[in-house]
């Protein structure tokens, strides 16, 4: 049994998984939810994150045994396929059933991000669109947080369109560690048409866009740490790339660039909730 949980843990993509959990815990604090509701956001959101990686795990497990794919536990076998199967229908129905908890509205937003996610792992992963779905499904995420409130107050539109950048570059950050591996098993998504530097070129311009939009989209003047913010996260892709590049040296997965969205993007939204400009 120990080794199934550890399994299933380590097929959830537990460092997304958590990042966006996080994320969203902390947004959940900054528009005001008192601690049932947080809670009630952070189990909503962890739960979604689950029934995506193992979905994605799944459906990749052939195609990650193609190319040797020691670190994912469905493909080695190290967890059953059928196990990982009800694991994420089981961790579905709990995203849905938790997030009616707070109110139709804000329940149809997560239920939007977490169908998104889906589609993305099929069918829209290997098509010019595969960037979508990451857009779709970050955006809900702070509109499922700021609608869970009583009385589901409108989110504003600043936050969900730099959750949205912000997720759009996540898609070709996350992607670049893998474009060789892909080409191999034929996936075509958007970042493997632009190659290694468009990829890059759109990540972290993207990241810079959904930073200064968090930064400029409140109203009233923007904070000297929140510019701060703006000139930090523009130099992240030169910290990422020289953390990719000795990772490739090394012979490790060059993870860099999507951990260090990550890291911006948590930064970013603890400025905002120490800022109390959220909502």
């Known amino acids: 049994m120990s080794w199934t949980v ?11 998984t958590a990042a966006v959990t996080t994320v969203a815990g902390l947004l959940a604090v900054g528009v005001g ?28 497990a052939d195609r990650d045994a ?14 059953g396929r059928r196990t990982v199967a ?28 977490l169908v998104s996610a889906l589609l993305y792992d099929w069918p829209l992963k290997s098509t010019p669109v595969s960037v979508l779905p990451y857009a779709v499904s970050f955006g809900a995420l702070p509109a499922f947080v700021v609608l869970a409130l009583p009385g589901a107050p409108a989110p ?25 591996d892909d080409a191999r098993t034929r996936v075509r ?4 048409r ?19 939009t968090l930064v400029l989209g409140p ?23 020289s953390a990719g590049r000795a990772a490739g040296r090394a012979g490790a997965r060059p993870v860099a660039a999507f951990r260090a969205m990550m890291l911006v993007a948590l930064i970013d939204v603890v400025l905002l909730v120490t800022s109390g400009r959220l909502v």
């Open 6 to 16: 550890l399994g299933l843990l380590r097929a959830s993509h537990p460092e997304p």
């Open 33 to 60: 939810h008192p601690p049932g509701g947080i809670a009630v956001v952070a189990l909503t959101v962890a739960a979604s994150q689950f029934t995506v990686g193992w979905t994605n795990d799944l459906l990749d």
């Open 66 to 79: 193609t190319v040797g794919r020691t670190d994912k536990p469905v493909a080695t076998g190290a967890v």
């Open 86 to 113: 009800v694991a994420a229908v089981l961790a579905g129905c709990a995203t849905v059933a938790m997030a009616l908890t707070t109110n139709p509205t804000a329940a149809l937003w997560a239920t939007i991000g």
């Open 156 to 180: 504003p539109v600043w936050l969900v369109a730099a959750a949205a950048l912000l997720g759009a570059g996540a898609h070709f950050a996350n992607v670049l560690p893998d474009l060789a």
């Open 189 to 192: 998504g958007l970042p493997h």
């Open 194 to 212: 632009l190659g290694p530097g468009g990829s890059w070129a759109a990540a972290f311009g993207l990241l810079i866009a959904a930073t200064g």
């Open 219 to 241: 109203p009233g003047p923007p904070s000297g740490v929140g510019l701060a913010a703006v000139a930090a996260a523009g130099l992240v892709p030169a910290l990422a790339w």
